[in-house]
């Protein structure tokens, strides 16, 4: 089956389509980026029908700087949701990986870094996997063979389930979900627990059906992924152990029917069950996820009329989120004061009229990261304050800018003209430059910041290679929008 193949996906290829919802979603705020939304009654299922059902969803905005989200150590093993919640200080709560009667997690299971061992390897089942880093950075992705690591690439926290019931934004196959090597369960209703990484790109979503009672029958697998799909808006979701198990934790919230306080669902036992694995949300102190210092560079410049100069910067990683070129909030540096403008020092190698370039690896927090600031000058004599900053693409400047006090000395034109470099080279360039930054960007909707304005009422003389600059952008866009191809399970028509 195709589903076999399932690629590692980050949450940087979960970028919203043109005119997704915007944060917040539907529902009560019960905490800083945190929203909860109760279903009940008849609830209509494209493809599965009408059925009377008790829905809980929490919906978590991965860019709030207060929230962290988290899964249990190895010390947590076994205890009720709630507890869980109560001995760490969590906002909200979920049961996660199916287990066996000694309490061992049934696939990979990782707290900030430490991956357990008290877990048993299923094969190729227990082995659709969600994980976090400290930054909230999303994954989802197969660990089949990783029950005791190594972990993905800066994630520090892992549930696993099974299976995934929507990949990339479309809902999986029925005989797919409900085939071998996934369990028998799945083909009949029965309470639910899952998580979802959003359409949106920038929320995770905890979901619990209630079941097994009139009024809440619960769902088989396919009308699960099918009203993850249809009413939560997962581009991912994944199916988590339920039953008995399945259990939501809201703090604030009452308990039902005499149930712990924050425990929101009718637990199908009548009581809270043990689990050994959970998923949680911390609300702490602001910590920004993007955040710069700037470490070196800025201060006077001289230039001829039309000089090219390449100066540098340093900048240092203070935020609690990874820096790369990729995903829905690629790093970049851009003019600043005021943010955006369109700079006389413009040169040939920007990838627009506002962005210098993006940043050539990845940086991790604590990591510096020195960054070219290419500059050719006007041809006429004068002072120009000049600033730069980075910026994540869709989230937040960094306030970090560096700031030159560039002076042109000299009659205009002393340097000789300025010209364009060869169409061809430049162009052959910046699609170099697009195939070795576009790994994953394309599935979701990503796209290169495209304000590319080639400097009009500026004077023809001032800017010759401005037409350039936005052919290599035209360019490096479409390259990027071509690349694409990532594996997906089958999907239901």
Not at 315 to 334: D, F, H, I, S, Y
Not at 417 to 442: K, S, T
Not at 456 to 485: C, N
């Amino acid at each position: 089956m195709v589903r076999r193949s399932l690629a590692l996906a980050l949450l940087a290829f979960f970028v919203a389509p043109s005119g997704a919802r915007a944060w917040p979603h539907e529902g009560r705020e019960v905490g800083p980026g945190l929203i909860y939304r109760h279903f009940s009654g008849p609830i209509d299922i494209p493809g599965s029908g009408t059925s009377e059902q008790e829905i809980f969803v929490v919906y978590a905005d991965l860019l709030e700087p207060r929230l962290r989200v988290v899964a249990s150590a190895p010390a947590d093993r076994g205890v009720t949701v709630s507890q869980f919640a109560e001995r760490n200080g969590l906002a909200v709560a979920v049961n996660t990986n199916f287990f066996d009667g000694s309490q061992r997690a049934c696939g990979l299971m990782a707290s900030m870094g430490e991956v357990w061992s008290q877990s048993y390897d299923a094969g190729a089942s227990c082995a659709d996997s969600l994980g976090v880093s400290p930054g909230n950075e999303a994954v989802a992705f197969r660990s089949e063979g990783l029950r005791l690591g190594p972990l993905p690439d800066r994630v520090t926290d892992v549930a696993t389930g099974m299976p995934f019931v929507v990949w990339d934004g479309a809902i999986v196959e029925q005989a797919v979900i409900e085939g071998a090597p996934n369990p028998s369960h799945m083909a009949s209703a029965h309470p639910r627990s899952a998580v979802c990484l959003h359409q949106d790109g920038r929320t995770l979503a905890f979901v619990v059906v209630d079941g097994r009672a009139t009024g809440r029958v619960g769902m088989r697998g396919i009308t699960l992924g099918r009203f993850l799909f249809h009413h939560v808006g997962c581009r991912v979701g994944l199916n988590l152990d339920g039953g008995g198990s399945s259990t939501l934790f809201v703090r604030g919230e009452p308990g039902f029917g005499g149930r712990p306080a924050g425990v929101v669902n009718r637990t199908s036992d009548g009581s809270e069950r043990r689990v050994c694995c959970h998923l949680g949300v911390r609300i702490g102190e602001p910590e920004p996820l993007f955040a710069a210092a700037l470490v070196e560079g800025g201060g006077e410049v001289t230039f001829a009329p039309g000089e090219a100069r390449a100066l540098s910067a340093r900048w240092r990683n203070t935020g609690r989120r990874a820096w790369t070129a990729e995903g829905p909030w690629p790093v970049r540096l851009g003019t600043a004061d005021p943010r955006d403008r369109v700079s006389a020092f413009a040169a040939p190698e920007w990838t627009s009229a506002s962005r210098l370039t993006d940043v050539p690896t990845l940086v991790a927090p604590g990591m510096d990261i020195e960054l070219a600031v290419p500059l050719v000058a006007p041809l006429g004599p004068g002072e120009h304050d000049e600033a730069f900053d980075l910026v994540a693409e869709g989230a937040t400047w960094m306030d970090a800018p560096v700031r030159y006090r560039a002076r042109v000395v000299g009659p205009a034109g002393d340097a000789g003209p300025v010209e364009p470099r060869d169409a061809g080279a430049a162009i052959d360039a910046a699609a170099g430059a697009a195939d070795a930054a576009a790994v994953g960007l394309d599935a979701g909707g990503g796209a290169l910041s495209s304000d590319c304005a080639c400097r009009l009422g500026a004077g023809a003389g001032d800017r010759r290679g401005g037409a350039l600059i936005g052919l290599v952008v035209a360019v490096s866009f479409v390259r990027r929008r071509l690349r694409s191809g990532v594996s997906r399970p089958r999907i239901e028509r």
